[in-house]
């Protein structure tokens, strides 16, 4: 059984969510982030869904 004041169980603060639009994304970042292992393909895709989209190619992942 777990104690209620454990840390774990509380939610997380706010101001420690992020979805990383508000930095720079690179492409690896974007292939991560939807889950799959960035290969030289998966990579130039979402080298090309950054420069179509900007921020909004990680924000459909990371709302």
């Known amino acids: 059984m777990t104690d209620s004041t454990d840390s774990e ?4 603060p ?3 969510l992020h979805t990383g639009a508000e930095n720079p994304v690179d492409p690896e970042d974007l292939v991560m982030a ?4 960035p290969t030289p ?3 130039e895709k979402a080298r090309k869904d950054l420069e179509e989209n900007g921020p909004a190619a990680v924000e459909r992942l990371l709302p």
């Open 9 to 12: 169980s509380e939610p997380t």
């Open 14 to 16: 706010d101001y420690l």
């Open 34 to 37: 939807s889950g799959r292992t």
């Open 41 to 43: 393909e998966l990579v």
